[in-house]
């Protein structure tokens, strides 16, 4: 079978900035930044929302329970969401993949917050036959659950799968289920990793 070329999301397809979402839940809410990453961290908030434990609405009404000032819905997501910057030098790459025919998947730690803001503005995602994510997954690499997810559903071999990914611990992860995993740095070190495996 043709080998299936699987891209982490983050960093990877699309940037983010991590104070910027600080930064605009705080003018949000009323919180300090420090109030705001003590609630998503000590309370496990961002792990329970992204690994589907939790729902969009309860995350948005466990803000407003320790909110400084009130807020709408849509108000707490676009200042959650409007955080990306898309990696456009990897755009070409991903068409060629897709224009050559091999299977495309996309394999993310993500939440449905970030994911239902991007989608309709980042067109490549369309590219994608699967989108492997961890809140419909229920699981977050690295656990080994979301990358049986891929192989389940490609019905492949880890051997069939490529995967790259900008954090060593996910890449690890994928090599450890014997996946053909190589950690992404920038676009022309990509280009080399898919030419030496005859995937470009």
């Keep these: 079978m043709r080998k299936v070329v699987t891209f982490d999301l983050g960093n990877v397809l699309v940037f983010f900035s991590f104070p910027k979402m600080l930064q605009q839940m705080a003018e949000c809410t009323g919180l300090s930044e420090q109030q705001i990453q003590k ?24 803000f407003k329970s320790v909110a400084k000032k009130p807020f709408t819905k849509t108000a707490f997501l676009d200042a959650i969401s409007d955080i990306f910057t898309p990696n456009e030098q990897i755009f070409p790459v ?33 590219l994608f036959d699967h989108h492997i994510l961890s809140y419909k997954v229920g699981a977050a690499k690295p656990h080994p659950s979301i990358y049986h997810a891929v192989l389940v559903r490609a019905k492949a071999a880890p051997k069939d799968v490529f995967y790259t990914d900008d954090i060593p611990e996910f890449i690890e992860g994928a090599k450890k289920l014997d996946i053909d995993a190589e950690l992404f740095t920038d676009v022309k070190q990509l280009e080399k990793q898919l030419v030496a495996r005859k995937l470009l």
């Design 94 to 126: 991903l068409h060629a993949l897709k224009k050559q025919g091999h299977p495309m998947y996309l394999l993310s730690n993500t939440c449905e917050a970030h994911f239902e803001f991007l989608l309709p503005r980042t067109p490549v995602l369309d």
């Design 39 to 62: 609630h998503f961290f000590e309370t496990k908030v961002r792990e329970h929302y992204e690994s589907g434990q939790m729902t969009t609405d309860q995350l948005v009404e466990s």
